[in-house]
């Protein structure tokens, strides 16, 4: 890459996240699991990737194409957020009802930092004071990437570093598997809108099944913009998660011999994939709220948060099931051969019938985190919205705990990557400022 490559580079990156903290592109010098994962998948997808990370700013894998190779941007926060809402999903010991709480939380504090990418900063820091007020004395926080990088190695860990990464390079997906996937009866046009259809027919009542079905009718008429339950968007999402999935289990065996860990359980790295496409889509419906709250009307006719569910669903479906048909795992495995790639027998055992009870389980605990979702759509056109009060509550808890301290001052990170201003967001930074690392401790006075 030269020099003018790079800049331009770091300029789109810009675009999308605003200043972030750092832009640093990937070397390929120490042998890493990350550096493992992205070389299986550009000879899987038969391309050429710069790998940029990024900290800081607006969260987001995403590529940039344009030129001979493809531009992956790796933001450490998705990966962050990914991982709490993980954890917020899967882990056990949380009723329904603190579950939906810390997800609404999670939720308002998203909205807040995409709140801020669009210019309204005073909104932000009502929705910011929401979601610490939701989460009560519970104290709640995305996990650090430096902690991430010390899990054990397991298909959780694997899942929540590159199932997103693997999704972004499998958008551009070519060669050998590229000319595979489009021979794949279960991710034809045909089978993807009876799955879309199944799935509206299962979750809504008739009214609502009839609205959406003339929405993606349209949609496919090219009267209304795509949507994600648009059968060719699906078809391009289905790939990428398909594509994801084969490149970690390739990536497994090198990643165990350099960094230690057991058998892979192709099961339990589905389940974790499963998890991990809810929080991504937790994380767009977030920013779609944004949106929303800046163009409401938009809703009515478009119903982006209904179709975003119906279209995860789906994804869900596809994924497991065309992994889980025998000719499907034929025509992997003997494409994978014919590029040189062994370690794949997995395939051959999976059925999705070993993942019924973790989806049933799925399915009871994203009813507690969808209400969590409702309630933090409702606040942002509630008369709370406006309510002065609820801001300088929140800048007294700031005042007197640490804990709300630091956690203010990382939104505080967030809206200086956005070049956010206002008195509001000035006096939060000063009440926030005696918590930074450079200041006296005020315990050892």
């Known amino acids: 890459m030269t020099d003018f490559d790079r800049l331009v580079t770091e300029a789109s990156i810009r675009a999308r ?14 042998e890493t699991p990350l550096k493992i994962f992205v070389e299986i998948a550009e000879r899987a997808s038969d391309q050429r ?8 700013g607006i969260p987001g894998h995403f590529a940039l194409r ?9 933001h450490s926060r998705q990966v962050e957020l990914c991982a709490h809402l993980g954890t917020i999903t899967i882990d056990g010991g949380w009723d329904d009802k603190l579950r939906s709480e810390l997800f609404e939380g999670a939720a308002l504090r998203m909205i807040a930092e995409f709140l801020l990418q669009r210019g309204y900063v005073d909104q932000a820091l009502q929705t910011l004071a929401r979601s610490r007020q939701v989460q009560g004395g519970f104290f709640f926080v995305e996990p650090r990437i430096d902690d991430l990088e010390h899990l054990p190695l397991d298909e959780r860990y694997l899942v929540e570093w590159f199932f997103g990464l693997g999704h972004e390079i499998g958008h551009a997906v070519g060669g050998e598997l590229g000319r595979t996937f489009r021979r794949i009866e279960g991710l034809s046009p045909e089978r993807i809108s009876q ?3 199944a799935v509206i ?4 009542t008739v009214d609502a099944r009839d609205k959406l079905t003339d929405l993606l009718g349209r949609v496919e008429a090219g009267e209304l913009p795509l949507s994600h339950a648009s059968p060719s968007v699906l078809r391009g999402e289905a790939t990428a998660d398909l594509f994801s999935v084969l490149c970690l289990c390739r990536a497994w065996e090198p990643i165990r011999a350099a960094s230690g860990g057991d058998e892979l359980r192709l099961d339990v790295l589905l389940a974790e994939a499963v998890v991990s496409m809810g929080s991504v889509m937790a994380i767009e419906q977030c920013r779609m709220l944004a949106d929303w709250f800046h163009g409401m009307h ?7 948060l209904m179709l975003a569910g119906v279209a995860l669903q789906a994804r869900m479906n596809l994924l497991l099931h065309t992994l889980a048909d025998d000719s499907t795992q034929d025509l992997l495995t003997r494409a994978l051969l014919r590029a040189g790639f062994g370690g794949l ?5 999976f059925r999705v019938e070993e993942l019924a009870g973790f989806l049933e389980t799925l399915e009871v605990r994203s009813e507690a985190l969808s ?3 409702v309630r933090a759509r409702t606040f942002l056109s509630s008369p709370e919205m406006r309510d002065v009060e609820l801001f300088t509550g929140y800048l007294e808890e700031v005042a007197r705990d640490a804990t709300r301290g630091l956690d203010a001052l990382r939104f505080l990170g967030v809206a200086r990557s956005q070049g956010s201003a206002s008195p509001e967001l000035a006096l939060l930074a000063e009440v926030a400022g005696r918590w930074a690392p450079e200041a006296p401790n005020p315990a050892l006075k």
Do not use: K, S, Y
């Open 17 to 30: 996240v605003g200043e972030p903290d750092a832009i640093d592109p990937m070397g390929r010098e120490v």
């Open 49 to 56: 990737i710069d790998l940029f990370w990024v900290d800081g």
């Open 66 to 74: 344009g030129g001979e190779r493809l531009t992956v941007v790796f």
């Open 195 to 197: 799955v879309i259809e």
């Open 201 to 204: 027919d299962r979750r809504f």
């Open 298 to 304: 938009r809703e009515l006719e478009l119903q982006p």
């Open 345 to 349: 027998d997995t395939l051959r055992t």
């Open 371 to 373: 209400t969590g979702m």
